[in-house]
């Protein structure tokens, strides 16, 4: 079988196709983008790290992994919130196709009592404190009411950035699109969890993303990161393809200044190396506990380390499996497996004579789906 080629929507017909222009982005590209056919998902996710030391992760979808295949919308509101001493609260509320609306010419998404609203520059997002369908330890059955939920607007202090025209072409058909819609905000509200009210504010980001490519079928592994340093903002997001797509990486990487302009991108294959690793628990398998890029666009050259300080979430799938299963995945190379991680992000940027030192926190998730993954990487 042929590799399936994979490329970059970049030319003046991928621009036509999309409906975008070229270095702009419109408050219509937050939107809802696709349809809910079998195959196409789509979801807003936004993420925070808070000034008293708690994270959250609040994410929209109109499917997920599960139920992509399905036909029509299926919609699900997944909040995760880490507090000061570390401890989780979550909760995955599954709604109907009847609870949700969408809007076209902003992000506009109502799922039952939950909403998200935003034009670029501000946006509100509300959890409601009602539960779901899959309660908050995913069991599947109906329920209790949660108290997990959140009222809170970020505001952006950067600007939007896309690949391209939107994103990635596979062959002639498939898809998978990206848009960073706030690369960097403040965030200001309130989280609820533990039984308790807690006025928060600090550093938020926002993406959207749709497609028609399955995740499991489609990924081998891949690094999305951000972080903020308060004048400078950078954001990684290092895919790698299965073997039918010849292992092809997508890499995006963007550097902006404090008012949101735009220092540098590298959409090219960027040099990677993993300075130390370390078994990960869940999994048993080696991941990075520090690994290095060098991004290069014309004479500008960023290097940036990210390493690790502590997992926030790990995720096994294939633990649930029985044995013979996990052996049958085990000789065909495959054991997916996730980790999502708290680390110190260093970068040091060389621009001509100018040279930028900048250290501070981030967070990044690391995915792969095989039982090896630095081969892939390093170069």
């Excluded at 998404?109 to 779901?132: A, Q, S």
């Excluded at 403040?186 to 399955?214: F, I, M, P």
């Excluded at 869940?282 to 690994?291: A, D, Q, T």
């Excluded at 497996?337 to 998730?365: P, W």
């Amino acid at each position: 079988m042929a590799n399936i080629n994979v490329r970059l929507m970049d030319t003046d017909a991928d621009y036509k196709k999309m409906g975008t222009k070229k270095g702009f982005i419109e408050v219509w590209e937050d939107g809802k983008r696709d349809d809910d056919r079998a195959g196409v998902y789509e979801w807003w996710y936004f993420d925070m790290i808070l000034d008293d030391g708690s994270k959250a992760v609040i994410h929209f979808n109109t499917k997920d992994n599960k139920t992509i295949d399905k036909e029509g919308t299926i919609p699900s509101v997944v909040i995760k919130i880490t507090s000061p001493d570390g401890k989780e609260y979550k909760d995955n509320v599954i709604l109907t196709a009847a609870d949700a609306h969408f809007g076209k010419d902003k992000c506009d998404v109502k799922f039952g009592p939950h909403f998200l609203d935003g034009d670029l520059k501000t946006y509100r997002i509300h959890v409601d404190r009602t539960g779901g369908v899959n309660g908050t330890d995913g069991s599947g059955g109906q329920g209790e009411a949660s108290d997990v939920g959140c009222d809170l607007i970020l505001t952006s202090t950067a600007k939007p950035w896309r690949p391209g025209a939107g994103g990635f072409a596979f062959g002639d058909d498939g898809y998978f699109t990206w848009l960073c819609a706030v690369p960097r905000g403040t965030v200001t509200g309130t989280l609820y969890y533990d039984e308790k009210e807690h006025q928060v504010t600090g550093a938020g980001y926002h993406d959207h993303q749709w497609g028609n490519v399955k995740h499991n079928s489609t990924w081998d592994h891949w690094i999305w990161g951000r972080q903020d340093f308060g004048d400078y903002a950078i954001l990684v997001f290092d895919i790698g393809t299965q073997k039918k797509f010849g292992y092809q990486r997508l890499p995006m990487m963007f550097l902006e200044d404090k008012d949101g302009n735009l220092v540098m991108e590298d959409l090219t294959t960027p040099k990677c190396k993993f300075v130390q690793e370390y078994k990960e628990k869940l999994s048993g398998k080696m991941y990075p506990k520090e690994i290095e890029y060098i991004f290069k666009q014309d004479d500008k050259v960023a290097k940036y380390t990210i390493e690790q300080t502590y997992e926030l979430e790990a995720r096994d799938p294939t633990a649930q499996l029985p044995k013979i299963m996990q052996g049958a995945l085990k000789l065909k190379g495959l054991h997916p497996s996730t980790s999502r991680n708290f680390a110190k992000g260093t970068l040091e940027f060389h621009d001509g004579q100018q040279v930028i030192k900048r250290s501070g926190d981030m967070i990044y998730e690391f995915v792969y789906m095989g039982t090896t993954v630095k081969e892939k990487m390093e170069n």
